[in-house]
């Protein structure tokens, strides 16, 4: 069963990263999930948005970025929705961290915190074009 | 007899505050670049009033770190939150960026 959907939509200024942050941020904990399980969501929400900010509308400012927060069964999920260009996450390489810092390649850490601390991260292309990023995390599951 | 206020200082402190997301980058990278390039030996970043680290501001102090140690400088972070710390852990930096107290910095 979903719950009612709660939406945010800002344009594609890196300043409204923090707009975005305290919307989840309070979605998150309305929903009963502990202070560090809603560290864990606004971080990858956060990374998420940057990706489109930074990625998908390669700096423009002028874009949109919607962020939609709904509840389905015991799952909090979080839709992050650009119009930008499509963002194929999959052709970005997982940082090796196993690699001594001066071999380290830096790229790749926002997939990389999205992935480690969601249950669950879908990325799709919608048939009007840009990107979505579904996210899922179990309420009091894990928050490691 | 040598007059201390000619010596170059052998330390720098950057404090930044509140939420260090991707908008916080430039501004960092423009303080860590100026301290290293200033030829501070010893660069401390105190965290105590910093309440969240985005991806983009790790990689900006792993680009210091780095810097930093191809000019045998030493940066380290010090009053890490908790929880910024299980950030750090998460991705391995813990291994990477130094934790330590300040020694008499001067604030850039």
């Known amino acids: ?144 | 007899m040598s007059d201390a206020s000619q010596e170059p200082q052998a330390s720098a402190l950057i404090a930044p505050a509140g939420r260090l997301d991707a908008s916080a980058v430039p501004a960092l990278d423009r303080k860590l670049s100026a301290a290293l390039e200033a030829g501070f030996r010893h660069l401390t970043v105190d965290l105590s009033q910093v309440t969240y680290i985005s991806s983009s501001v790790l990689r900006c102090l792993l680009l210091a770190h780095r810097q930093a140690d191809q000019q045998e400088s030493y940066l380290e972070l010090v009053q890490v939150h908790p929880r910024l710390m299980d950030t750090f852990e998460l991705c391995g930096f813990d291994r990477i960026l130094h934790c330590s107290p300040p020694s008499l910095p001067s604030v850039v």
């Open chain 1, 1 to 144: 069963m979903t719950s009612t959907q709660h939406e945010i939509c800002v344009t594609s200024e890196l300043a409204n990263l923090a707009n975005i942050g305290v919307f989840v941020s309070e979605r998150a904990r309305l929903s009963g999930m502990s202070e560090k399980q809603v560290f864990q969501v606004q971080m990858a929400v956060d990374e998420a948005c940057t990706n489109a900010m930074v990625h998908a509308y390669q700096g423009d400012p002028e874009g949109e970025v919607r962020v939609c927060c709904y509840l389905e069964g015991n799952e909090f999920v979080v839709e992050v929705v650009d119009q930008g260009q499509v963002f194929d996450a999959t052709a970005v390489p997982e940082p090796d961290l196993g690699k001594p810092i001066e071999d380290r390649d830096i790229g790749g850490l926002g997939l990389f915190f999205m992935r480690k601390l969601m249950d669950s991260v879908v990325f799709a292309t919608p048939s009007e074009g840009g990107n979505q990023v579904i996210m899922r995390k179990r309420i009091g599951g894990r928050s490691s």
